[in-house]
């Protein structure tokens, strides 16, 4: 991959599409990395789209946990957090085996997969909330160590278990910490991680936080629902470019 000059054409879209993830992330409570991936996807590559959404995901979740300390409930976090921590090996085998071109199939193909649903208003409500809760972290291991799309199914959960809005708010920005810090130092210990990703993803790292404390401020006043609908349209549209970024269709 070529690195990004900062200040470049290149570099202002992915500071756009930082600032929309960031307030995406700060109204709904999730899909940082689900509507970052794929834009980024179309200027990065695979590896250092991960490593970015990664990075930047960590200091957005830091600054909703200020806001949204008094609703963190750890004891329903922890299954999930174990279930994640088993899966990361699995996603760190996927990135350090497949080629690149592979790697954007497969963030694309989750992307429009977990979307949809969403974009549907899929739910279901599991008894053994527990036991599912770290089934769901596995996954979402599984998929934070190879795509950084691991939010998925642990938003579906949450919702599927009727989650009041402002515990899932809270919970998942907890959860997202801890499972960014794990994966990080995997990745780190995989040798994925390049000094230039780091130094170009802290340099979208003001607007990110820009982006998020003015969706904070608004995110009592928007119509989330109509929001996240509008969202999910980009973020499927986004993914299936993505695929086909990956299979030649269309230049990388």
């Keep these: 991959m070529q690195d990004l000059d900062i200040f470049s054409l290149q570099w ?11 307030y995406v992330r700060a109204v709904a ?9 794929p834009m980024l996807l179309l200027l990065l590559g695979p590896r250092d789209v991960v490593v970015t959404n990664l990075l930047l ?15 963190i409930e750890p004891r329903r976090i922890w299954p ?4 994640a921590v088993a899966g990361l090996p699995i996603g760190i085998f996927i990135i350090t085996t497949l080629s690149e071109s592979t790697l954007r199939v497969l963030i694309g193909a989750v992307v429009v997969c977990f979307a949809i ?28 160590g190879s795509t950084s799309l ?3 199914p642990v938003v579906m959960f949450m919702h599927n278990q009727k989650w009041p809005q402002e ?10 910490m801890f499972l960014g810090t794990c994966t990080l130092v995997g990745l780190l210990a995989a040798g994925i991680i390049k000094s230039s990703t780091v130094i170009t993803a802290l340099t979208w790292l003001p ?35 993505g695929i086909l970024t990956g299979l030649g269709i269309i230049p990388a």
Aim: net charge positive.
């Design 12 to 22: 202002g879209l992915a500071l756009a599409a930082v600032m929309v993830a960031g």
């Design 29 to 37: 409570g999730f899909g940082f990395a689900l509507v970052l991936g």
């Design 57 to 71: 995901g960590f200091f957005g979740n830091l600054s909703v946990l200020r806001y949204a300390r008094r609703v």
């Design 80 to 83: 999930m957090a174990l279930g």
């Design 117 to 144: 649903p969403l974009l549907l208003g899929y739910g279901r409500q599991f008894q053994r909330e527990r036991l599912t809760a770290g089934l769901a972290g596995l996954l979402s291991g599984a998929l934070t």
């Design 150 to 152: 691991g939010g998925p």
């Design 167 to 176: 515990s899932i708010h809270g919970n998942l920005a907890l959860y997202f």
């Design 207 to 241: 607007g990110m936080l820009l982006s998020t404390w003015l969706g904070l401020l608004t995110f009592r006043h928007v119509n989330a629902r109509l929001f996240r609908w509008l969202s999910l349209l980009v973020v499927i549209g986004s993914g299936i470019a």
